[in-house]
């Protein structure tokens, strides 16, 4: 069988020219069947959800239409959302968003009300809610800044000044430590590298054994420069380089070089540098194969990923990921 990643590849990169006999009508079957694929995942996740909260946490209110609410929300872009909230506004003069809380209940109402942010808010509001909670929620923390595109990052560092009077980074700093801080600190600015510096590519591999493999105790700041620096593209090309020197993966390493939050956190940035819709397919797996459901982990890749990769997610999950 092949890997998800050549599936997702033969599933996606169609042949544009005549002569391959392909014809509108055929583009768009496929992408129909597409769309339909990505919405049976979503459905299967709601219904796992749905399923995991039980029915002495979420009681039906009367004259509420749930699964309307549901698959009327849940089938529209972030941007319709947004435009019915408005519209909604302006039709009956109130807001869209306590109305619904105030109709449903438990994680449903978590789900619908995440789903009514737009997307970079969203984004920001999670971050916010990690750092200022009782405790840090870390996993929120490395999830979103380890995932994120360098311009997302920068605009869910807008949002969140905006919305919450603060730096990201200052926040950040003010409730983590040590080098698990420095690194998300450096994500958190969002000015990755671009592109791939070919002549670059073996010295950073060589680097990271020196820093690892080859010594005794650990140079941290080295993977952190490293990772935390590099574009996607080149650290693919350093991990390749440095299994060959090292003989084994950089993941293996990292877990026997580091611990805690900030081993956490670099296997995270390894596993996106890799492919992000992997990293998410593996999240949503791990999240519902503990026992009972993590509610929360879910609605969140479920609500911050439906429209930036949940069809390549979706392929991956249902092919088994990386098993």
């Not at 997702?8 to 768009?28: F, H, K, R």
């Not at 919305?163 to 969002?190: C, F, P, W």
Request: charged share 30%; aromatic share 6%.
């Amino acid at each position: 069988m092949p890997s998800p990643r050549r599936f997702l590849v033969a599933s996606t990169s169609l042949p544009l020219t005549a002569g391959w006999g392909w014809n509108l009508s055929v583009y768009v079957g496929l992408f129909t069947v597409l769309l339909l694929l990505m919405g049976l995942l979503l459905w299967m996740l709601l219904k796992q959800l749905r399923n995991s909260v039980g029915s002495s946490t979420l009681q039906p209110h009367l004259g509420t239409d749930e699964d309307a609410i549901l698959m009327l929300l849940a089938a529209r872009s972030n941007a319709q959302r947004q435009e019915i909230k408005a519209a909604y506004k302006k039709a009956f003069g109130k807001d869209l968003v306590k109305d619904l809380r105030s109709e449903l209940g438990g994680k449903l109402e978590d789900l619908i009300v995440a789903l009514m942010y737009p997307t970079i808010l969203y984004d920001a509001h999670e971050l916010h809610k990690a750092i200022k909670g009782v405790g840090t929620e870390d996993e929120v923390l490395i999830e979103i800044l380890a995932s994120r595109t360098c311009d997302e990052i920068k605009d869910i560092g807008k949002a969140y000044k905006k919305e919450y009077g603060n730096k990201l980074e200052k926040d950040i700093m003010g409730d983590t430590s040590g080098h698990y801080q420095r690194l998300l600190v450096i994500l958190a600015q969002g000015n990755r590298e671009e592109g791939v510096d070919e002549s670059r590519v073996e010295k950073d591999a060589k680097e990271l054994f020196a820093a690892g493999e080859e010594k005794f105790g650990t140079d941290e700041d080295k993977f952190i420069n490293i990772l935390g620096n590099r574009s996607a593209e080149h650290l693919r090309k350093v991990f390749d380089a440095y299994k060959k020197i090292a003989g084994c993966d950089i993941e293996e390493s990292i877990k026997d070089e580091c611990t805690g939050n900030l081993e956490a956190l670099l296997l995270a940035v390894v596993k996106c540098a890799k492919s992000v819709p992997a990293y998410f397919a593996e999240s949503v797996r791990d999240s519902m194969r503990r026992a009972g459901t993590d509610d929360e982990t879910l609605i969140r890749i479920m609500v911050s990923r439906s429209e930036r990769d949940m069809l390549d997610k979706a392929l991956l999950y249902l092919c088994g990921g990386n098993d």
